[in-house]
């Protein structure tokens, strides 16, 4: 993701609209910015006041797990429970993500006791 415009470049960009002497293609063309960026950045400031990028938000794709030591206590809690009921169970992250945080604190995860496809044909067929 890329890193948000500077306050100082927002000012100058919002100092430049304000004394209205330039068009706003014409400032985003000296400032090299977007003509939306000028219009959010205009917006923002009208709405709340401030123009700084917002901050102290969810980053990325998936949701990650902080807290390890609740973990550690939800996992034993919940032994005998696949990934994916452990990830139902915690909620709002993905069995990927519970299976990456096991083997980052060194737990194993158990594996699929049925029968494969494969497996069943050959039984079946006597192989």
């Known amino acids: 993701m890329a890193a948000p415009y500077s306050v100082d470049l927002r000012e100058r960009v919002l100092a430049a609209l304000d004394e ?3 068009k706003r293609y014409e400032i985003a063309g000296q400032f090299k910015v977007d003509l939306k960026t000028i219009y959010n950045w205009d917006r923002l ?19 990650k797990i902080t807290d390890t030591e609740k973990f550690k206590s939800f996992i034993a809690e919940n032994p005998n429970s696949s ?10 992250v993905s069995s990927t993500t519970i299976g990456v945080k096991l083997h980052e604190i060194g737990f194993t995860v158990k594996k699929n006791s049925g029968d494969t496809k494969s497996v069943m044909n050959k039984k079946e067929l006597n192989i």
């Open 20 to 22: 209205k002497k330039l």
């Open 83 to 92: 990934l994916k009921e452990l990830s139902r169970k915690w909620g709002n």
């Open 45 to 63: 400031r009208t709405n709340t006041g401030k123009i700084e990028a917002k901050s102290g938000y969810q980053k990325g794709h998936s949701h």
